[in-house]
């Protein structure tokens, strides 16, 4: 079974600019997450969508991060305009049920992306 | 609300030796417990997992018991190898959260021949 795929996997830019992630899940999973890894710290979550819709963007910042999901299988994240503290890893994962089946479903993991803002 | 203290590191073992990772965490509700490994370049594998109270969850010779009246969920290995060298995540996902996962910070280990 193929794993979550992620790209690009790395990426620098100047602040500023705008830079764009894809994440590929599971096949057959309905949840995915996006995740903020800043170095030295566990993952934070950004949002979670279920199938094409969003369970939870709470944390996402709005005024420069936007993310899609469409026809509930790829998703893009969207930094415009980055800047210097957007410098991080950006970890994609999936999950097999509904977010509404509640909790203790495993999530995997894609490699993540890692970016440099200059 | 949901958050995971783990044990700050770095953490280095000679191999053979007994490995210990402390996990604590405060929940709302019933969470399950997970701990998470990332290789060098790599991204997070599920080690073990453990989604009530007393279970045990094992791995590869990893273990870890969810204590719930010490709200614990500590890592333990009683041979560490040098393939073990990697950071070690713990993580809870909140029963009234849809699965959102909480991570703690990361322990790093090394395991020297």
């Known amino acids: 079974e193929a794993g979550v795929a992620q790209s690009p996997r790395y990426k620098i830019i100047e602040k500023r600019q705008s830079v764009a992630f894809w994440c590929n899940p599971i096949?057959?999973?309905?949840?995915l997450y996006w995740y903020q890894q800043i170095l030295g710290q566990g993952p934070k979550l950004l949002i979670q969508?279920?199938?094409?819709?969003?369970?939870?963007d709470s944390q996402l910042p709005k005024d420069r991060f936007s993310a899609e999901r469409l026809k509930g299988v790829d998703s893009t994240l969207k930094i415009q305009p980055a800047k210097l503290e957007d410098s991080a890893v950006y970890l994609c994962?999936?999950?097999?049920?509904?977010?509404?089946?509640?909790?203790?479903?495993?999530?995997?993991f894609g490699p993540g992306t890692r970016l440099t803002v200059l | 609300g949901n958050s995971v203290t783990q044990m700050e590191g770095p953490v280095t073992l000679s191999e053979e030796a007994f490995l210990t990772i402390n996990c604590t965490y405060t929940?709302?509700?019933?969470?399950?417990l997970f701990w998470y490994v990332q290789y060098p370049g790599e991204g997070l594998q599920l080690l073990l997992k453990?989604?009530?109270?007393?279970d045990k969850g094992s791995n590869k010779g990893f273990e870890a018991t969810y204590r719930k009246e010490t709200t614990s969920f500590h890592l333990e290995k009683g041979s560490v190898q040098v393939s073990d060298s990697a950071v070690y995540f713990c993580?809870?996902?909140?029963?009234?959260?849809?699965?959102?996962?909480?991570f703690g910070t990361g322990t790093s280990l090394t395991v020297i021949p």
């Open positions: 096949s057959g999973h309905a949840t």
């Open positions: 993580a809870l996902s909140g029963s009234t959260t849809g699965n959102q996962f909480y």
């Open positions: 969508f279920q199938n094409n819709g969003v369970v939870d």
């Open positions: 994962a999936s999950s097999l049920r509904p977010s509404y089946a509640g909790a203790g479903d495993t999530q995997y």
């Open positions: 929940a709302t509700g019933y969470p399950s």
């Open positions: 453990a989604t009530k109270a007393d």
